[in-house]
C-alpha cells in the first residue's frame, strides 16, 4: 500500500510541474505580445484570473498588517485607513 501511495504523490508532483511549466510559458507569451501562441489550455488559467479581478475591485475600508517574530513573541500589528 506504500507503494500506492507513494507513486500517487509522484504523479501529483510530475502534474504541478507541468502545470507551472505551462503557466510559464503561457505568461512569458503574454509578455512578448505573442497571444496567439496559447495552447487549448488557456481557458483552464482564465478561472483564477475572473477570481482575482473580482478581489481587486472590491473598496476595502482598512489594510491590516501583522508581522510575526521568530522569537515567539507577541506579533506586531498595524491597521492603516486610506
Known sequence: MGNIIRAAIKA??????????????QEKALRDG???ALSVAAPASAAPATTSVAVAGRDFKETRLQI??????QPLTTRYHP
Open 12 to 25: 501529483q508532483i510530475e502534474a504541478d510541474k507541468r502545470d507551472r511549466a505551462q503557466k510559464a510559458a
Open 34 to 36: 505573442a497571444a496567439a
Open 68 to 73: 510575526r517574530l521568530a522569537s515567539g513573541g
